[in-house]
């Protein structure tokens, strides 16, 4: 399985902006796909992520700002971003989680928010 995400970019703040990210292999059953982010000198953290059958899980700082959706048909999840802030710089990582534990990355996508 590979994930390949896209749609990074610069941004001024109190924009917005849509990530893709679409999976490719085959994988079967129950699996959660989703963003992380990684600021400079930060640490990984949690964006928001959502199952197969729907049910989604958010950072609470990025609950009202952010939303995600996924098109299982496609393998394809998506982060939209709204009211943007110079804070949510940072390389923006999906992952998918197998119902086995298997845990996959794409490549990363640069989200830069900045006048």
């Known amino acids: 399985v590979q994930l390949q995400a896209s749609g990074g970019g610069l941004v001024q703040p109190g924009g917005s902006l849509r990530l893709s990210c679409a999976a490719s292999?085959?994988?079967?059953?129950?699996?959660?796909m989703g963003w992380y982010r990684q600021a400079p000198g930060k640490q990984r953290e949690l964006v928001t992520t959502?199952?197969?059958?729907?049910?989604?899980n958010y950072a609470d700082s990025m609950k009202a700002r952010f939303a995600i959706s996924r098109d299982n048909a496609k393998k394809t999840v998506y982060l939209d971003m709204n009211s943007l802030k110079p804070e949510d710089t940072a390389v923006y990582y999906c992952?998918?989680?197998?119902?086995?534990?298997?845990?996959?990355w794409g490549q990363g996508t640069q989200v830069t928010v900045s006048s």
């Open positions: 992952n998918l989680v197998l119902g086995g534990g298997r845990i996959y």
């Open positions: 959502m199952t197969n059958n729907g049910i989604a």
């Open positions: 292999g085959s994988f079967f059953g129950f699996n959660a």
